[in-house]
């Protein structure tokens, strides 16, 4: 298996280098240059296995022999050995046509943990096997960064940068981000907001001379082990969920910033997954929405919202998605790419924009919807959702069709985003990992939005003997 650029400017690479390259070297973003398709029977023998098998075997399709088997199986099991639940991503039924995967069982009580854990064992892996020098640089708007560092702290050969934007990530992201003591993490608190972050490490990353003397690494969703690792709890979702709908059309609901999470189901999809509609879940930073419903992709106002991971305007994994929009044809995902820098808007209309509306459902909940379905499942179901997740239950209920049932993703557990949850006049108690954070001290670097004074931050990191 080769992966390709979506701006067709690179080399065929395999998966270690694609791993490692991050953001494509032109630019673009990484994606196989085929998507393996798995048979009905295959679909059918898959169903039955356990989470860590699946991973495996959809893993095996895309790493081929790249690494040993056995290898690949102890990094799994290492991945998923301190999620506190035993079946890593657990599918609860709510009603007869909702069903919530929860995806906050692992140690940061984010869905990010389910690929971070993943890729911090495998920069450890590729670091000891292959001596390759491990910078991560990332950007998050609060849950990414927990994983990541959470993934590779302390780890020997690893240094990890992260960039979250200051004062605009909830109390317990900030904790558990900024009361790691370890060596090997630095936490820069940014004066402005995740688009802001996300483009600082993107120009880093495409300074290709900067990329290589420092050995840089990425851990966001441009990076498509992450997409690839987020794949398997779809293939998961859907068969713990095919049971209890008997052969009613299946849905899966996602709350999505950067695109990440939602392009894994489409990938899924592709592969041959018969997921019946993809309903994407924002905020009031709907530019998925808008894009969704009027076929104009235009970054908007940023606004801060009860849901502070999804306060995105620019979505990285965007271009994925154009690009097999655009059957695959590399020129045009370059042109329309540059349009977007040089315009401020892709616009699509008539049969693309059919095609768009066949692909996902969208809806983007306000602040007042959002607290509203958590006040309301808190009272239905006795079920706490945490603010991300209650606007994906608010696509669930505009979009799920009668007689069909819906999977909705728990992006996070609620007792992250307790500033939503007081508001609804709810109290709850915090997990112990949760509520030993706000007695420790915190380590991080205020700076400005300034590239510079990243680069300079990051040039005294790495010359620091760890
Ligand atoms: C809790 C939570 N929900 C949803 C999202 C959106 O996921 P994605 O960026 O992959 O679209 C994020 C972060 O991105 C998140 O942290
Ligand atoms: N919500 C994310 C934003 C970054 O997304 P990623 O999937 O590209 O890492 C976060 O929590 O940081």
């Given at each position: 298996m080769k992966y390709i650029s979506t701006r067709g400017q690179v080399e065929p690479k395999g998966f270690i280098d694609t791993v490692l390259m991050g953001l494509a070297d032109d630019g673009g973003l990484m994606v196989p240059e085929k998507v393996p398709t798995v048979s009905e029977s295959t679909?059918?023998?898959?169903?039955?296995?356990?989470?860590?098998?699946?991973?495996?075997?959809?893993?095996?399709?895309?790493?081929?022999?790249?690494i040993p088997a056995d290898d690949l199986r102890q990094l799994a099991e290492k991945s998923y050995?301190?999620?506190?639940?035993?079946?890593?991503?657990?599918?609860?039924?709510?009603?007869?046509?909702?069903?919530?995967?929860?995806?906050?069982?692992?140690?940061?009580?984010?869905?990010?943990?389910?690929?971070?854990?993943?890729?911090?064992?495998?920069?450890?892996?590729?670091?000891?096997?292959?001596?390759?020098?491990?910078h991560i640089l990332g950007a998050t708007s609060g849950?990414?960064?927990a994983a990541a560092i959470q993934g590779v702290r302390g780890k020997e050969g690893i240094k990890i940068c992260i960039l979250h934007p200051h004062n605009r990530v909830s109390k317990v992201q900030?904790?558990?981000?900024?009361?790691?003591?370890?060596?090997?993490?630095?936490?820069l608190s940014v004066k402005g907001n995740f688009d802001d972050c996300q483009k600082i490490i993107k120009?880093?990353?495409a300074d290709l001379p900067f990329k290589k003397q420092h050995h840089l690494r990425a851990i966001n969703s441009i990076n498509f082990v992450r997409i690839l690792a987020q794949t398997v709890y779809y293939?998961?979702?859907?068969?713990?969920?095919?049971?209890?709908?008997?052969g009613r059309p299946i849905n899966i609901c996602v709350p999505s910033g950067n695109f990440g999470n939602i392009f894994s189901g489409f990938l899924a999809q592709k592969m041959g997954l018969p997921i019946n509609k993809l309903i994407i879940a924002t905020n009031e930073n709907n530019i998925l929405e808008r894009f969704v419903k009027t076929g104009e992709y235009k970054p908007g106002d940023f606004r801060s919202t009860h849901s502070p991971s999804m306060d995105i305007q620019v979505a990285s994994n965007f271009e994925r998605y154009l690009y097999y929009f655009l059957n695959e044809d590399a020129a045009k995902v370059s042109a329309y790419m540059q349009q977007l820098q040089s315009e401020g808007q892709i616009v699509l209309s008539g049969a693309d924009l059919e095609q768009v509306q066949q692909d996902f459902a969208a809806h983007g909940a306000s602040n007042a919807e959002c607290l509203d379905e958590i006040r309301k499942y808190k009272q239905q179901y006795d079920y706490l959702l945490d603010p991300h997740t209650a606007?994906?239950?608010?696509?669930?209920?505009?979009?799920?069709?009668?007689n069909e049932v819906c999977v909705t993703l728990a992006t996070a557990h609620p007792a992250k985003f307790d500033e939503a949850i007081i508001l609804c006049d709810i109290k709850q108690d915090f997990p112990a990992p949760i509520a030993a954070l706000f007695d420790m001290p915190q380590y991080q670097t205020?700076?400005?939005?300034?590239?510079?004074?990243?680069?300079?931050?990051?040039?005294?990191?790495?010359t620091l003997q760890v």
């Open positions: 679909l059918q023998a898959w169903s039955k296995l356990s989470y860590i098998d699946l991973f495996l075997n959809i893993f095996a399709l895309y790493v081929e022999d790249e050995a301190n999620f506190r639940h035993p079946e890593v991503a657990p599918v609860r039924q709510i009603n007869d046509s909702l069903h919530i995967m929860e995806l906050f069982h692992g140690p940061t009580f984010a869905f990010k943990d389910v690929a971070l854990q993943f890729m911090g064992e495998f920069y450890s892996y590729i670091s000891k096997k292959y001596g390759e020098v491990i849950d990414t960064g900030e904790l558990q981000m900024t009361t790691v003591d370890d060596q090997n993490v630095l936490n120009d880093l990353f293939f998961y979702a859907y068969f713990r969920t095919q049971e209890a709908a008997a606007c994906g239950i608010a696509a669930y209920e505009l979009y799920n069709g009668d205020v700076i400005d939005h300034d590239q510079d004074e990243v680069v300079r931050q990051l040039e005294s990191f790495y």
